[in-house]
Nanobody, 122 residues
Framework: QVQLVKSGGGLVQAGESLRLSCVASGSTSDYSAIGWFRQAPGKEREVMSCINISNGKIFYAESVKGRFTISSDNAKNSVYLQMNGLKPDDTAVYYC???????????????WGQGTQVTVSS
């Protein structure tokens, strides 16, 4: 089993930044990738970014490319999502999740952290 504990989030104004952190514990050898998802009210859960811990490959959704940066600290079993230039459309509940490999479908991810609300006011 893998446990994911997320921190960060909150209320910011448009144009500001936030940093989300995701710390894994437990059977950390059970996954090779950590993804960040978000779900806005009435919308599907969508992947924002993913990093393959083993080879460092990174994926970004087009909607956040250039604004969000994913990084990892393998020694701390941690993955971070730096979110710059936040927009009201970024308002959602954000999740981190672990999988064998990066992918856009939430069904690929076996372990999920708790959701954290990010609200961006205009």
């Amino acid at each position: 089993q893998v446990q994911l504990v997320k921190s960060g989030g909150g209320l910011v104004q448009a144009g500001e930044s936030l940093r989300l952190s995701c710390v894994a514990s437990g059977s950390t050898s059970d996954y090779s990738a950590i993804g960040w998802f978000r779900q806005a009210p009435g919308k599907e859960r969508e992947v924002m970014s993913c990093i393959n811990i083993s080879n460092g490959k990174i994926f970004y959704a087009e909607s956040v490319k250039g604004r969000f940066t994913i990084s990892s600290d393998n020694a701390k079993n941690s993955v971070y999502l730096q979110m710059n230039g936040l927009k009201p459309d970024d308002t959602a509940v954000y999740y981190c999740a672990a999988a064998d490999a990066c992918g856009s479908s939430s069904y690929l991810y076996d372990y999920w952290g708790q959701g954290t609300q990010v609200t961006v006011s205009s």
